[in-house]
């Protein structure tokens, strides 16, 4: 057995979502929309007598992490570097949890099939709380639509088909946690109708004009984010809000041209992997 393992999960930006829950953490999950990055999280997995846990050099606790490294009756140390905000919407905790998930069986031999790892994956944030599709739209990298939930022997996908740029700028984080644990009923209408406008027009540019909608209808737009996305369109730009975070996103250079220094990443074209 080798001492260390490696993965790259890109990260991944939600657009617009509806929340569909079942008893069954693998059958719970999100439909909706996102861009998946270049910008990702390389995970390293090593033996160790006792799990710890770091990102970016810092401990940190991840319960989705811990949840994965118990499915498969492993101890490690799991080390995650990123150059992605914490708790901003870019899907850290999914890509840590599947990262994990990737390298472990790799480096432990537990001989799972990638599905089997992407469902472990998913039931595991489910359960830490911290997300619901991040980790189904990292397996498969580029700009995905979940058009049903759950891990990948319940949920459906599709993508656009697209490269190219993307710009952010994060204000902060937002608590995941509260907004999917709680009343979500709201979400339900302007989400379907959300994916519904993305399924009859499935391009890049309509993704960013349903999330738009989404986020304004919904009520999560902050006071940040709000005007961002409005300096934006007044340039001719399409930026929207990454849920669950004080962040927007924008296609090619529409925060720069607004007068923003941004982040700049792109749309990565493939799901996780090894590395």
């Known amino acids: 057995m080798d001492d260390v393992a490696r993965a790259f999960v890109p990260g991944h930006v939600t657009g617009f979502f509806t929340v569909e829950r079942d008893e069954d953490p693998t059958r719970t999950g999100s439909t909706g929309a996102g861009v998946t990055l270049t910008d990702g999280v390389t995970v390293e997995v090593r033996p160790a007598a006792e799990t710890t846990i770091r990102l970016n050099g810092e401990d940190v606790e991840m319960g989705a992490v811990e949840r994965v490294l118990d499915a498969l009756s492993v101890r490690a140390t799991v080390e995650g570097e990123t150059p992605l905000p914490l708790g901003a919407g870019f899907g850290v905790s999914g890509a840590m949890a599947l990262g994990t998930a990737l390298a472990a069986n790799e480096l432990f031999e537990t001989a799972l099939s990638e599905n089997e790892l992407v469902t472990v994956a998913h039931g595991a944030e489910v359960q830490a709380g911290t997300g619901l599709g991040d980790v189904v739209a990292q397996a498969r990298g580029g700009v995905p639509i979940r058009l049903e939930p759950g891990g990948p022997h319940h949920g459906k996908l599709d993508?656009?088909?697209?490269?190219?740029?993307?710009?952010?700028?994060?204000?902060?984080?937002?608590d995941t946690g509260e907004v999917i644990e709680g009343d979500v009923e709201h979400l339900d209408r302007p989400g379907e109708e959300a994916l519904s406008e993305v399924v009859r027009?499935?391009?890049v540019e309509q993704v960013l004009y349903a999330s738009r909608r989404f986020a304004r209808e919904v009520g999560l737009l902050t006071e940040d984010v709000r005007a961002a996305i409005r300096d934006v369109s007044d340039d001719g730009g399409e930026a929207s809000m990454a849920m669950?975070?004080?962040?927007?996103?924008a296609l090619g250079t529409g925060l720069s041209d607004a007068g923003y220094d941004p982040e700049v990443t792109g749309i990565h074209p493939g799901g996780a992997t090894l590395r």
């Open 201 to 203: 027009k499935p391009t």
């Open 159 to 174: 993508a656009v088909p697209a490269r190219g740029r993307i710009e952010y700028v994060s204000f902060g984080g937002l």
């Open 244 to 249: 669950l975070g004080d962040t927007v996103f």
